[in-house]
């Protein structure tokens, strides 16, 4: 199991939790995705490391969706 966390700017309500969860969820080796808005951080846990989505692929997706990834979380 792969868990990485990731800053994204732009989140203010459920709907936005929503949509990150979702968009994120749908992507290949995906298996869960935790948003919390008060941190404004992303965790997004894989099945195993070769088929967690990388970084670009991420931030790709939360761009479409309206938002800013800026980074790993620390």
């Known amino acids: 199991m792969t868990t990485t966390t990731y800053a994204v ?9 929503a949509t990150l969860t979702k968009v994120i969820g749908e992507l290949h080796g995906v298996t869960d ?16 490391a070769p088929d967690a989505p990388d970084d670009a692929v991420i931030a790709e997706v939360v761009d479409e969706a309206g938002y800013e ?3 790993r979380a620390a």
Do not use: P, R
């Not at 995705?33 to 195993?48: E, I, R, Y």
């Open 33 to 48: 995705v935790d948003v919390d808005l008060a941190t404004g951080q992303v965790t997004v846990t894989s099945a195993n």
């Open 9 to 17: 700017a732009g989140m203010s309500c459920a709907h936005c939790e």
């Open 69 to 71: 990834l800026t980074g």
